[in-house]
């Protein structure tokens, strides 16, 4: 039996709901935080998570509550489950609550705008002195809270944060591996947003499965070559957090990225298909993100500028699809050495 702690998880979606769910079932003290005062008491009081996950009932264990000082004081690790736009903020919040020895752990998929910084960046920024983590991978919170059988990744440079998480989040239904490529794993996460945006847009448009064989895997070269190029190793992408996380938002509606692009492919205007969802499509933002980046690096990603063309600068559809088909010859595989 491993060590019982305490741990909050910051952020009432339903990822942060769901590993809440895990921790508080594996018998540790659990404290899922939200902002709006009212969702927390409600939740606490129906033991659900009316808006993100309905009909999935909570631990009995596990503690709802508005209150960040109180929760996150006493904690040894903390997740912080927001949205990239608001991450930054609710670092600085919590950096006076924290103890030297707590970890932080972000499971948010997203890059900060403008700066180009990764999740993990901004708590190295904003926490300096602390362990701190990245979990991310294939992982839809609806099968999570389901009970089925899910693989996440741990990346840190520090063992005890990777050995931590994987003791408290482990459970006959959830199983976190280690990787130690903290910027590769984070970036996958990022990245196969974009690619789901496209793959919802082509299933929509009729595309047949060798279109979406093709798209999956010159979507996961493309975020190869970027990963290099910033850094990170590429082989990272053959992982859960790379190719197991582009795989599952690329081919399934429970996707938000997939939705939008499916949504996207019936004709619908961006600005409307985003207000109808309800929740963040990281996807969109990430897009302009590494659109800047990649050109500013002379990095090839030409699905991503394909995409740019579509949504923002009103290219028709077809006409970016022909282009990608006729474009310049490449090599089907990279990193051979030939």
């Known amino acids: 039996m491993s060590e019982k702690i305490t741990v909050t998880v910051l952020g009432g979606g339903s990822f942060g709901t769901a590993i809440a769910n895990i921790i508080a079932a594996n018998g540790h003290r659990t404290f899922l935080w939200m902002r709006d005062a009212e969702a927390a008491v409600e939740c606490q009081q129906k033991r ?34 927001i949205p990239s736009h608001s991450f930054r903020a609710v670092a600085r919040e919590i950096k006076p609550l924290l103890q030297p020895h707590t970890i932080v752990v972000s499971t948010a998929k997203g890059i900060e705008p403008d700066s180009f910084t990764l999740m993990s960046q901004v708590l190295e920024q904003e926490l300096p002195g602390q362990p701190i983590g990245v979990l991310s991978g294939p992982n839809f919170a609806k099968e999570i809270v389901r009970q089925l059988q899910t693989g996440s ?4 440079e520090d063992e005890k944060v990777i050995r931590r998480v994987q003791e408290t989040l482990r459970s006959e239904t959830f199983r976190v591996y280690a990787n130690r490529d903290r910027y590769g794993v984070e970036l996958g996460g990022a990245l196969k947003n974009i690619y789901a945006i496209i793959c919802g847009m082509a299933a929509a448009l009729g595309a047949g499965h060798n279109t979406q064989a093709m798209l999956l895997t010159r979507s996961l070269a493309e975020m190869g070559r970027f990963a290099k190029v910033m ?20 081919t399934s509606d429970l996707s ?11 004709g619908q205007p961006l ?3 985003v207000e109808g969802l309800g929740q963040v499509a990281e996807g969109v933002n990430t897009l302009r993100q590494v659109k800047q980046k990649a050109d500013d690096l002379g ?10 063309a579509v949504l923002f600068e009103h290219k028709k559809i077809t006409d970016v699809a022909r ?6 010859h490449s090599s089907d595989v990279e990193y051979l050495g030939y």
């Open 299 to 308: 990095v090839y990603m030409p699905l991503v500028s394909g995409l740019y």
């Open 323 to 328: 282009g990608l088909m006729l474009g310049e």
């Open 256 to 266: 938000r990225n997939y939705r939008v692009g499916y949504a996207l492919g019936q």
């Open 271 to 273: 600005e409307q298909v």
């Open 153 to 156: 990744v741990i990346s840190s």
């Open 48 to 81: 659900e998570n009316s808006r993100y996950l309905p009909g999935y009932p909570l631990v009995p264990a596990l503690e709802i509550t508005a209150d960040l000082a109180s929760s996150v004081a006493v904690s040894d690790l903390v997740f912080v489950s």
């Open 231 to 250: 850094g990170a190793n590429p082989m990272t992408f053959l992982g859960l957090a790379g190719v197991g996380d582009l795989i599952l938002t690329c």
